[in-house]
Nanobody
Framework: DVQLVESGGGSVQAGGSLRLSCAPS????????MGWFRQAPGKEREFVAR???????DTADSVKGRFTISRGNADNTLYLQMNSLKPEDSAMYYC?????????????????WGQGTQVTVA
């Protein structure tokens, strides 16, 4: 079974940076699309960024120019470099994986999810 484990969250001052990581289990299919979502208290889970197996990326307008998604070629570890953080970026951040691309801006388009890592921007 595929497992995804996030790390790298924490508390930071506005304008600061954090780098999130997501390590997949050994059973992970390298052809999967991977993505990041976030969910703040009382709000719906929202798309942040996604990346295909060939490196095609797509980023939400709200974080474009500040957040960068990438993945390791050797181990498929997923990263989210977050710069110029704002208080409104505070949320639980989730790593996700799916076999498709077309529907992968939607949470329902992802089959596998991590447990999440908290990001708090003061």
């Amino acid at each position: 079974d595929v497992q995804l484990v996030e790390s790298g969250g924490g508390s930071v001052q506005a304008g600061g940076s954090l780098r999130l990581s997501c390590a997949p289990s050994e059973s992970f299919d390298r052809t999967y699309t991977m993505g990041w979502f976030r969910q703040a208290p009382g709000k719906e889970r929202e798309f942040v960024a996604r990346i295909s197996v060939v490196g095609t990326t797509d980023t939400a307008d709200s974080v474009k120019g500040r957040f960068t998604i990438s993945r390791g070629n050797a181990d498929n570890t997923l990263y989210l470099q977050m710069n110029s953080l704002k208080p409104e970026d505070s949320a639980m951040y989730y790593c996700a994986a799916t076999s498709g691309w077309v529907l992968s801006r939607r949470p329902s388009g992802f089959q596998y999810w991590g447990q999440g890592t908290q990001v708090t921007v003061a």
